[in-house]
Structure formats: C-alpha cells, structure tokens
C-alpha cells in the first residue's frame, strides 16, 4: 500500500504543477456531455414508447462513446439512430482522442520528466577529492576528460539541463546538474576539495563562473580559456589562478613548427632542474644523420626524447634518421640545452616566407609569432573587416589560385592552415599541396579525431586545438609527478621498481620492451639528465620517463611499483603560452 501511495503521489504531484485547470474543465466537459446524452436517451426511448432507468441511460451513454457497443439496448426510429451516431463520434473524439492525450501531456510525461530528474545528480559524494571540475563539453574538454581518465583522476560535468545531463550521462560521461550561477552548484560539486575548476564558454560566461567560485571560496584554483587580452585582464581582476588564450597559444605553436628559421630549443616544459625543449632540425647538419651518429649525448650530454615526423611522436632509436622536416624533443639541464644551442642553433636556412590562411585569433597570433623573430609573412582572409594592414593582408578565398599567387606562393617555404573548419583545412591542405608540392603545410585540427585525416591530406604537422587546450589546462595544476608534452604523450616519475633494483638501464631494455625512453635520474634530490645506461640503479632513486600512453601502460604492466602506477597523479604546469598565476584580486 505504501508503495502504491507513492506511485499516486508521483503521478498526481506533476498533474498539480502542470496546468490542472485545463485537466479538471475536461472532466468536467466529460461528466457534462454525459449528463446530456444520457438525458437525451431517456428523451428519445419514451418517443418510441419505451423506459429505462437512469443508471441503464449511463450505461447506454458510456457503452457508445467508447465505441464498445454490446448491442442490447438500441433504438428503433432513425432519430435514435443518427443521436446514436453522434454519441459515437463525440465519444471516439472525446475519450480515445482528447483523453489520452491529457494523460500523456500532463501526467505521464511530466511523471517521466520527473523520473530522469531523479535519474541525475544534484551532488557528489565524498569520495570526490582531488577532482577536475568542468563547465562546458567541447572539444578542448573533451580531450581533457580523455586524458583525465588515463590519468585515474575523478572529474565532473556541470550542466544547467537535466534532459542534457542524462543525455550526457547515457553517453558515459560523469555528469552534475546545476546552475553555473550559483554558488551552491560548486558547494554540492566539492568545489573545496577539488583540484580545479575550469571554465571553457564565453568570455561573459567564464567571468561569471570564476567570480562565483571566489565568492565561495577564494582558495579554489580556477582555470579559464579567454579570447583576447581585454577578457585575459577582466578574468584575473574576476580572481582566475590562471587564464588561457587558446587561439594565441596556437598561433604561436603553429609558427614554431616553421621550417628555415633558426634551429635554437624552445623550452616547452620543466620536470623540476630538467627542461623539455623542441628544436628544428631544419638547415642543421643533423640532417640525414642517425641519432648514434649526431651523438647528442656525447656532444652536449642531451638526450633526444622524442623526434616529430609529420605530426606523430616517434621514439628514435639508434639508427633513426633525423630528417629535414623532423622538430626533436630535447631533455637536458639548461646548460647543455646552451651548449646544443652553440652548436646547432645559430645555423640558418635561407630567408623564409610564409603564407598565412585566416586571419582570425590564431592566424594572427601565428604572424605575430613570425614576424617578431624577422621571418617575412602574408595572411590571406577573406572578411573585409579583418583587413588591418594591406601591405600583410591579402584580401580573397584562399582556394583560389590568384590569391595564392598574390600571397606570394612561389617564394614561399611554409603555408599555415589556420581556419576553425576542419573541412575547410582538409581541403586547403589538398589544394596547397597539390599546386605547391615540395612547400611545407602545417595544419590547424580542432578536434582530434581529424589530425589523422589532415596528415594523410598531405600536411607536414597538425596542431590540434583541443589537444593543445586540454595541455595547456591540465598544465596548470601545478607541481606533481607528470608533465603532459601532447595528445597520449607524457614525461612521468616513478620509483625504481623492485625488478631494477641493482640492475643497469642497459640490462634492463626499458626502450626494447616497453617503448618507454628513461631520460633521467633523481637521488636524493638530485636530477642527473641521461644516465649512463651501465650504471647499476639504487633502490631509493626515481626514474624520470617519456613515453605515449600505450607504452606507459605497458611500463606499469612490465615493471610495477608499490605506488600504484601513479592511482593519484597530476600534470604539472608547462611553461610556455599565455597562461599565468594570478597576481592580485579585485579586492586588493
């Protein structure tokens, strides 16, 4: 009985919310439709002579309009025939139509409504610490939750529609309803406890949501993407620990992927003394050398980590053959990444052009970054009112051939793709490489799912914009045991495990076995870049790796470590982009 009690409550409460006036005047229509009918059936049966009581009248009444029928009581002039007719039609309408539908329209759906309302969180349990707090579903967010869940992290979506979460959650996705607006959201979302809140929507929006964190409590680390510089400093006053502009950040990498420029390191990330630096290995006499043949680590004692070919991260054994278009990844102290510096980086290739496709936030941050190192660049957009400087815009639809031949595409040595449509760049890339074969191309993808496609259209590197995003954010949690290099791509510590223990590197064959590249070597404090592979490991020292995902979970599979395989890690800040601390509030 209780239970039934409850299933009433369940269907009568949404019949109350909803409009029950118009569900009470149609019971009442009802109840008055078959008060006429059934005084008209009396009316006609005394017409043709006959009696009935007025509970047989109702019966009659009821037995038409729902079209049952039985047949036992029925008229005999025609008059009582064509009244019979009409019971049945109104009937049919009202009851088997007009009915059902009021069910369905004012209890039925509000009852389901209410039933995957319950279906969605409104708060999260304790077991959420530690946790990575989201605003918005994207591809940047995306990325980052892909990342989150290799990481063995916990992290929640906070979505204002309850139709929208449950559609989220259905799709797997751990899924939080509430209003962004209220602090009470980020009270019941462990806000306290998390390791970050980020906000990824408008300018107005992100303002909205840091400001609303702080007024909760100022200690929380914030995290939000920003358009321009204006929404960079009103985010800061908001109280925003760090803030990121997406279209800069990858304007500026898109510019340093550019050959024929200088071959000098640029510092991408730190793991504590140790730098994680990229360097072209365009115009240097690296070039068609083997890595045992550059003899980096005799030279200059760094270590080549890792080799970009073509947007895919490759790590290089011996006898891997550094090519003009490969970017290194080097490790080393900041004294020998000077002495690399010495000797490969003053090299120069002849004088660059460049042509730039769309003049949008991250075409122009990609200019910006070329002509601010003296490289010579034109950027063709096709919105008049982006035109800021004839003698750099080129006015015009970049599939055109005249337009390219106006930006200068037969001096040119690089062309970058940096429109927000991934069709748009496929097919861009295609053109380009098919009129201009031997030019680099380096495209813009803003999802991921699309770096492989624009690397078979002939691209010589694809940056992803939600690759670099979710990099950038998850960057910025500060110190830890893992440093996020790219997509799939990380340089993580462990503890030696009990296996090495008193064994060398080269006994070992981490690289052979796992396709994990040991880079360095912390004891007691100290962080020895590029160990020497014969030297035995002590059991209190800390291995410093780089590898991609799949190679790392085949590291912790091969040699597991009473940590856990990291159970609870987090990246630590990289040290390049636009992003930055806060330095003070709106109240100081």
């Not at 007719?85 to 209410?114: C, E, N, R, T, Y």
């Not at 006053?237 to 510019?255: I, N, S, Y």
């Not at 970009?308 to 011996?318: A, L, N, Y």
């Not at 590291?555 to 992003?579: D, N, Q, W, Y």
Request: one cysteine or more.
């Amino acid at each position: 009985m209780k239970s039934l009690g409850l299933i009433i409550s369940s269907l009568v409460q949404p019949l109350r919310r909803r409009n029950a006036r118009v569900v009470v005047w149609l019971v009442v229509g009802l109840l008055v439709l078959i008060a006429i009918y059934t005084t008209i059936f009396h009316e006609i049966m005394s017409y043709e002579g006959r009696a009935y009581s007025w509970a047989t009248g109702i019966y009659w009444t009821l037995t038409v309009m729902s079209t049952l029928g039985f047949g036992d009581i029925t008229f005999e002039s025609d008059l009582g025939r064509i009244f019979s007719v009409i019971v049945l039609i109104s009937g049919a309408m009202f009851i088997l139509v007009l009915l059902p539908f009021v069910f369905i329209q004012f209890i039925f759906m509000p009852w389901i409504a209410k039933r995957d309302a319950n279906r969605t969180r409104r708060r999260l349990g304790s077991e959420y610490t530690g946790h990575i707090i989201l605003t918005q579903l994207g591809p940047v967010t995306e990325a980052m939750i892909r990342r989150i869940r290799r990481m063995k992290m916990r992290y929640t979506l906070i979505v204002s529609d309850p139709a929208d979460a449950l559609a989220l959650g259905d799709r797997g996705y751990d899924v939080m309803v509430g209003p962004l607006d209220d602090p009470a959201t980020y009270e019941a979302a462990r806000a306290s406890q998390a390791a970050m809140v980020v906000a990824t929507q408008s300018d107005m929006t992100n303002t909205n949501i840091v400001f609303t964190v702080e007024e909760l409590d100022p200690s929380i680390p914030t995290v939000a993407t920003a358009s321009s510089e204006a929404a960079d400093d009103v985010l800061s006053r908001a109280g925003c620990d760090t803030v990121v502009q997406l279209g800069d950040l990858l304007g500026r990498a898109m510019a340093r992927r550019v050959l024929g420029r200088d071959a000098r390191t640029r510092v991408i990330g730190a793991f504590g003394d140790l730098l994680v630096a990229e360097a072209s290995a365009a115009g240097t006499s690296l070039v068609d050398m083997t890595v045992q043949q550059a003899a980096l680590r005799s030279t200059c004692q760094v270590n080549i980590a890792g080799i970009w070919q073509r947007g895919r991260f490759e790590i290089p054994g011996p006898d891997s053959v550094i090519e003009q278009t490969d970017v290194l990844i080097l490790v080393g102290s900041r004294e020998q990444l000077d002495r690399y510096d010495e000797l490969y980086g003053i090299e120069q290739c002849d004088e660059t052009h460049v042509i730039v496709i769309g003049g949008g936030r991250v075409g122009r941050a990609a200019a910006h970054g070329l002509r601010s190192e003296g490289v010579g660049c034109r950027i063709i957009e096709s919105r008049p009112d982006r035109i800021r400087d004839p003698e750099l815009y080129v006015l015009g639809d970049a599939s055109h051939l005249d337009v390219l031949q106006q930006a200068g595409i037969e001096e040119a040595n690089s062309i970058l793709i940096t429109t927000h449509d991934d069709d748009m760049n496929v097919y861009l890339t295609i053109y380009c490489r098919q009129i201009a074969t031997d030019v680099q191309v380096i495209a813009r993808s803003n999802r991921d799912r699309n770096v492989a496609t624009l690397n078979r259209a002939g691209a010589d590197s694809v940056l992803s914009y939600a690759s670099l995003g979710a990099t950038a954010i998850l960057n910025s949690l500060g110190d830890s045991d893992s440093l996020v290099l790219a997509e799939g791509l990380e340089m993580f510590s462990t503890p030696v495990p009990k296996q090495m223990y008193g064994r060398t590197l080269a006994q070992v064959k981490v690289r052979e076995v796992t396709g994990c590249n040991v880079v360095a070597l912390t004891i007691d404090g100290a962080t020895t870049p590029n160990p020497d592979p014969a030297l035995p490991l002590p059991p209190d020292a800390t291995l410093i790796v780089i590898s991609d995902s799949s190679a790392q979970r085949r590291f912790h599979e091969r040699f597991p470590s009473e940590v856990g395989a990291h159970a609870k890690r987090r990246v630590i800040r990289r040290m390049v982009g636009p992003s930055r601390r806060k330095t003070n509030r709106p109240d100081q």
